[in-house]
Each structure stands twice: as structure tokens, then as C-alpha cells.
């Protein structure tokens, strides 16, 4: 059974930064691309940064230049570095595999001020 855990989000004003960290079990991280997804209230879950087997990474417009993605295969985890934050980025993020995906974990929550 995958399991999948993020954490590190919190209430920070806009401008400010947060460091989410997801932290998996089994072997998905040598087979599969990972990514960073994100629902706000009231829309769909977006796919907004994706880091593959290989280190290339791909971001959505909406977070390009302040988001950065990476990962450490060592330790099974993926981070996700959020600078200028944004109000509109307010959400639950959540990892999980791209082209595969596993069990959602709980996600963890960020918040921005204005």
C-alpha cells in the first residue's frame, strides 16, 4: 500500500514563502513522475508542478517563476518550494504519481493573507 503524507503548509502573508515536504512509501519513486497538485474551495484539483524520474521539471503558468519543485530519492520525498506567495495560491496541496496515481494523502493546507 502507497502511502503519501505532505506537510509544511500554513498561514503566511502574500509575498512570503512555505516549504511543503511529501513524504512516500513503497517504490514509486523510481518508476514514476511525481507531482504537486492543489484544490481551492469550490475547484478542481490542478496539477501545478511535475518533477520526473530524471529531474525535469514542469510547472503550470500560474506558479512559473516562484514555485520549485525537487526531489530526494534517498529519502522517498518530494519538496515544493513556494516563493511570492499569493493569495489566489490558497489551497490543500497534495502530491501524488502523474502518469500513475496512488491513494490521496490528507494534503496539507496553505493560506495566504493579502
Known amino acids: 500500500q502507497v502511502q503519501l503524507v505532505e506537510s509544511g503548509g500554513g498561514l503566511v502573508q502574500a509575498g512570503g514563502s512555505l516549504r511543503l515536504s511529501c513524504a512516500a512509501s513503497g517504490t514509486i519513486f523510481s518508476i514514476n513522475a511525481m507531482g504537486w497538485y492543489r484544490q481551492a474551495p469550490g475547484k478542481q484539483r490542478e496539477l501545478v508542478a511535475i518533477i520526473t524520474r530524471g529531474g525535469i521539471t514542469h510547472y503550470a503558468d500560474s506558479v512559473k517563476g516562484r514555485f520549485t519543485i525537487s526531489r530526494d530519492n534517498a529519502k522517498n520525498t518530494v519538496y515544493l518550494q513556494m516563493n511570492s506567495l499569493k493569495p489566489e495560491d490558497t489551497a490543500v496541496y497534495y502530491c501524488?504519481?502523474?502518469?500513475?496515481?496512488?491513494?490521496w494523502g490528507q494534503g496539507t493546507q496553505v493560506t495566504v493573507s493579502s
Open positions: 501524488n504519481g502523474v502518469e500513475v496515481t496512488f491513494s
